[in-house]
Nanobody
């Protein structure tokens, strides 16, 4: 049974930082790309970072330069370091894992992922 458990969310002021963690169990973590997503009320889920098995990363323009995704395969753990946070970053953040790579290096498309964590809330006040 695949489980993804996020932690590290909270409330910060604009300009602050948070580090999210996601521990995977029952999953071949090191063999697949991984992703972080977020969803704000009334908005679609959007990918904010993704990382390949080899450590290559991709970020959308909205977070590039502020967010950093990383992984520790020995600990089956995915991280998201978020700096210079803005009020528009307020959302529930989810880590996600695919059933298999299907030839992809990585992806920020939600439909490329099969397993999701329960989410952790991030609130940024101005």
């Amino acid at each position: 049974q695949v489980q993804l458990v996020e932690s590290g969310g909270g409330s910060v002021q604009a300009g602050g930082s948070l580090r999210l963690s996601c521990i995977a169990s029952g999953y071949t973590f090191s063999s697949n790309y991984m992703g972080w997503f977020r969803q704000a009320p009334g908005k679609e889920r959007e990918g904010v970072a993704t990382i390949s098995t080899g450590g290559s990363t991709y970020y959308p323009a909205s977070v590039k330069g502020r967010f950093t995704i990383s992984r520790d395969n020995a600990k089956n753990t995915l991280y998201l370091q978020m700096n210079s946070l803005k009020p528009e970053d307020t959302a529930t953040y989810y880590c996600a894992a695919p059933l298999g790579s299907r030839g992809l290096t990585y992806s920020t498309r939600p439909d490329r992922y099969n397993y999701w964590g329960q989410g952790t809330q991030v609130t940024v006040s101005s």
